[in-house]
Each structure stands twice: as C-alpha cells, then as structure tokens.
C-alpha cells in the first residue's frame, strides 16, 4: 500500500512540476541556467515527503530511466540541481545509479 502512494505522490509531483513550469524546467535542463523557484520547491517538497526507503527508492528509478533517455549535458545539469536548489538528495543523479542501494 505504501509503494503504491508513494507512486502517486511522485506521479502527481512530476506532473505539478511540468505543469507549473515546463518550459523553465526543460530550459534549464536542456540548456542550463537559473532554476526557476517552482522547480526548488517542488525538489524540496518530494525530498520531504520521500520518507520511507521504497519512496526515495521509487524517486531514484524514476530519474534514472529519464537519465537514459538524456543526453550526458542533461544528465550532468540535472544532476546539479539539488546543489542549485540547496536540497541533499541521497543519491547520485545518474544513469548507472544503483537505486537498490538507496536507503
């Protein structure tokens, strides 16, 4: 039950994410530059709210299959955003991530 609404929650938060801000947010991955605050708040509030290790297990799959499809740019500046956003994530931004290791 739990993976389920932690599914949710992240679909729902992805989709806030491109509703609020989509041509910023692909911008800044695609091109680089300022972060817009929506994108922050929205990294703030799933890293908050990811608190079971199935959640930041379910987060970390989720950006690493869209690291797949990313060229290395927009992995790397993806990958830079919980700097820029001053947010800790527990794991790497990455395609070769092992997210079974994520606690």
Same mark, same amino acid.
């Given at each position: ?5 932690? #599914? /949710? &929650?992240?679909?729902? &938060?992805?989709? !806030? ?11 800044? !991955?695609? &091109?680089?530059?300022?972060?817009? #605050?929506?994108? $922050?708040? %929205?990294? /703030? ?13 379910? *987060? $970390? ?22 700097? /820029?956003? %001053?947010?800790?994530?527990? &794991?790497? *931004? ?6 079974? #290791?994520?606690?």
């Amino acid at each position: 039950m739990a993976n389920v609404l932690s #599914k /949710k &929650f992240l679909l729902s &938060f992805l989709l !806030i994410c491109l509703v609020l801000s989509p041509p910023q947010a692909r911008a800044v !991955i695609t &091109f680089g530059g300022n972060v817009p #605050k929506e994108c $922050c708040n %929205g990294l /703030k509030s799933l890293i908050v709210n990811a608190i079971t290790t199935a959640d930041r297990q379910s *987060i $970390c799959s989720c950006l690493k299959s869209l690291a797949m499809t990313a060229t290395d740019e927009q992995v790397d500046r993806a990958a830079s955003l919980p700097g /820029k956003c %001053g947010v800790k994530v527990s &794991f790497k *931004i990455s395609r070769d991530v092992d997210c079974t #290791k994520v606690k």
